[in-house]
């Protein structure tokens, strides 16, 4: 009994509001809102008082005694359907083109639309073409003037390639879009044949043909080929009211209704009505066009048991007594309602859990971040130790017999902390491989960091290659190196701080307050040379500096020398005399031979050590644009004046307490350093030697002035101490014992006074 009660109250509702749709108005008072079954709603009407303009006038068509049709008066086609959101479905013919047995053209139909008011819906229709040796061909205009042409090709051999129902993929049957974005006022379709005529399917296919139809308002049958029935098929068209959007014209929307517009311009605008959410009918009519939608009475989304309020537009559900809630499905719905006392409890149950999972969320966060982060950090060192050379370098010590366990490995945080996070004012100068800062480390020591060039990788190899070669180097005169870093993005090297600059400062800049003495600058000469004769003689393997000159040469507090700069060095393997290499060096030190050959030995730095004995006895720079052209490069010019005679001419008037005959034997070691046959200059073991012999003559004359016999045996002990000096800190020595000449030659010095 309360089933057949609910089916009773089911079909009550739906009657009701079936009256209710049904007499919901759809054209103006007075006037025919229906043309046979068609629906005539309003802008349109059947007369020019029932319609907004001429432009949506429908002919309703007496077809029988007692049948009246709709139809467009511009074209007299059938209308099927007006729909309120803009779509006009009108019947339109197909297009054929039919054969005889043999081939023989019999008739052919061609079809067109041609639309003032209307348009052909771009994205409602499509091209169908139907045949087994059949080309459907549309060609269209849009408002604008411009021509689009499409179409599509149905080919089959048989009567096997059909089956019915199938989609129009090409086989019996073939389907394309029109031209979409565009506005079509007129269109044309035909159906033409494709290759013989029909005549070889004519048996079941005398006739293609052609039609433009609504989206899934046409099925393909094997019948079809013989004879399409269907003299007509739906179209979709598209209708606005007017050529003017919203803002430009004065709409006929009502009060409950919107306006939006259709097209993007004056050319393809208009604009159409809508009604708001919650109401329904005629957005077009001012009087009781859109009306509210009593939702209570029709499908709601209220839950059982909740009781539904229809409101202007909208309507809400109510939860029954006890109850709480939104009373939508959508929503939370209805639920029991809590004493005070428990939904206190939830609440708190609810927010503990929420704070728990919130501290268990960022606890986990925290943690996956900073694993993350130190996962990162690692593989980032490890990039930046490849990226800086680190097997190389391995593979270097490692090749080379050398060592680096003396050599401390620093952390980026050490070196940050030394020099204040590389503040600029800590830079001690630039070079062609890098910057060098001054900082301190934590057991306060003072140290030079060197930063290699960021982003080049060509200053890698220079990097690696100087500490491959310090790492084999142990000798006084040398800037020691105390460690690197490989985990940055750039490499670093540190070095023992040198304080007083560079030998070049000393002699060139005038704003140096410690001038350079004779004696002094003869000591700087024998160090400099002592520490290339232990490269070339007494390291092992050999190692030339390749890149000698007098900002290379740093001065300790005691005004000590200090070779620098291991970037460009190369290390001379045991079975080779020279070395085949890219021309690298500094121009006015540059060794001219092997500028013109390409070929380094240990004679290159000869020649870069004679100009540096030639500055310090001129005082002048290697290389100056300033002076006049003969003078500009200070090697030839110092040779010229050499075989002038004119050396008192060109020493350095700073040069105090020297001895002549002393000057004139250092500078005919630097006139020999200096030839451009590497084979015609000395070796600097014998450079060295030679200026041991005039530094310890020189020192005698000025510190003693005993008896001859005291003389010599001053001498002997000094030449013997600088072989056991030598022989202490370089392992084998850099001289192992001075030969009869330079014996001989200290010897007459000493005599001749």
């Known amino acids: 009994m309360a089933a057949y009660m609910k089916q009773l109250l089911l079909i009550a509702v739906v009657a009701v509001l079936y009256t209710k749709a049904s007499t919901q108005p759809m054209s103006l008072p007075n006037c025919p809102s229906k043309c046979g079954s068609v629906t005539i709603p309003y802008p349109f009407g059947t007369t020019k008082d029932c319609s907004l303009d001429n432009t949506f006038l429908i002919d309703c068509n007496q077809t029988s005694s007692t049948s009246y049709a709709p139809f467009l008066?511009?074209?007299?086609?059938?209308?099927?359907?007006?729909?309120?959101d803009g779509e006009l479905r009108v019947s339109w013919p197909i297009a054929s083109d039919c054969y005889a047995e043999k081939g023989e053209f019999a008739n052919e139909t061609a079809q067109g639309i041609s639309m003032r008011n209307f348009h052909i819906s771009p994205t409602g229709n499509k091209l169908i073409a139907v045949g087994c040796d059949t080309m459907g061909l549309f060609l269209a205009n849009d408002s604008r003037g411009n021509n689009y042409t499409t179409g599509c090709v149905a080919l089959c051999n048989s009567r096997d390639d059909i089956v019915d129902n199938q989609s129009c993929s090409g086989t019996g049957c073939c389907e394309i879009s029109i031209p979409q974005g565009h506005v079509l006022t007129e269109a044309f379709y035909i159906s033409g044949s494709l290759l013989n005529n029909h005549s070889s399917v004519h048996d079941f296919n005398p006739c293609g043909y052609s039609f433009l139809v609504e989206n899934g308002n046409y099925h393909f049958s094997f019948t079809d080929l013989t004879s399409l029935k269907k003299k007509e098929v739906p179209v979709l068209l598209d209708w606005a009211v007017g050529n003017q959007t919203c803002q430009q014209s004065s709409y006929a929307c009502n009060a409950n209704s919107t306006c939006y517009d259709v097209g993007t311009d004056k050319s393809d605008g208009g604009y159409r009505c809508r009604c708001f959410v919650g109401y329904r009918g005629n957005p077009y009519l001012h009087h009781d066009g859109c009306q509210d939608i009593d939702e209570c009475m029709e499908t709601n989304d209220c839950v059982e048991g909740a009781t539904c309020k229809n409101l202007l537009g909208r309507y809400n559900c109510s939860c029954p007594t006890g109850f709480e809630g939104d009373g939508k499905k959508s929503g939370i719905g209805c639920s029991k309602k809590l004493s005070s006392k428990r939904r206190k409890e939830i609440i708190l149950v609810i927010a503990l859990s929420v704070s728990l999972s919130l501290v268990a969320l960022l606890v986990g966060s925290f943690y996956a971040y900073f694993a993350l982060k130190k996962r990162k950090l690692v593989k980032l060192k490890e990039q930046f130790f490849q990226q800086n050379g680190g097997l190389l370098l391995q593979q270097q010590i490692g090749r080379h017999g050398g060592s680096t366990e003396t050599a401390k490995v620093f952390t980026l945080e050490e070196l940050k902390e030394a020099t204040n996070n590389f503040d600029e004012g800590k830079i001690l100068g630039q070079g062609g491989q890098g910057t060098v800062y001054k900082g301190v480390l934590q057991d306060k020591r003072i140290v030079a960091i060197k930063k290699s060039k960021i982003n080049d990788p060509n200053q890698i190899e220079p990097f690696i290659n100087e500490v491959v070669i310090l790492s084999q180097i142990n000798h006084r005169n040398v800037v020691k190196l105390f460690g690197c870093c490989l985990e940055t993005e750039v490499p670093l090297l540190v070095y023992e701080f040198i304080p007083n600059g560079t030998v070049h400062e000393h002699l060139h800049d005038q704003n140096q307050s410690i001038k350079l003495t004779w004696k002094t600058r003869l000591r700087i000469a024998k160090e400099t040379a002592g520490v290339l004769s232990y490269l070339h003689s007494a390291a092992a393997p050999p190692i030339i500096h390749r890149d000698v000159k007098s900002t290379n040469i740093l001065l300790d507090r005691n005004l000590t020398a200090k070779v620098s700069d291991f970037g460009a060095s190369r290390i001379v393997p045991l079975d080779h005399t020279q070395i085949n290499t890219l021309v690298q060096g500094t121009l006015g030190y540059l060794d001219p031979e092997y500028f013109h050959t390409s070929q380094l030995t240990e004679k290159s730095d000869v020649y870069s050590f004679g100009v540096v004995l030639a500055?310090?006895?001129?005082?002048?720079?290697?290389?100056?644009?300033?002076?006049?052209?003969?003078?500009?490069?200070?090697?030839?010019?110092?040779?010229?004046?050499?075989?002038?005679?004119?050396?008192?001419?060109?020493?350095?008037?700073n040069i105090d307490e020297a001895n002549i005959e002393q000057l004139k034997d250092v500078a005919h070691i630097a006139e020999r350093c200096l030839r451009l046959k590497g084979d015609d200059r000395p070796t600097m073991k014998e450079v060295a030697m030679e200026l041991e012999g005039i530094l310890v003559i020189k020192e005698h004359r000025w510190g003693s002035d005993n008896v001859f016999s005291e003389e010599t045996e001053n001498l002997l002990k000094t030449a013997q101490s600088v072989k056991n000096v030598e022989d202490g800190i370089g392992g084998s020595g850099i001289i192992n014992s001075y030969d009869s000449y330079s014996l001989n030659q200290i010897s007459m010095s000493i005599g001749g006074r």
């Open 73 to 84: 008066p511009q074209s007299n086609q059938s209308v099927l359907n007006i729909a309120l």
């Open 615 to 653: 500055e310090l006895l001129t005082g002048m720079m290697a290389l100056s644009f300033d002076r006049p052209e003969v003078e500009r490069n200070l090697a030839s010019y110092f040779g010229s004046s050499m075989k002038e005679g004119r050396l008192l001419h060109i020493l350095d008037q």
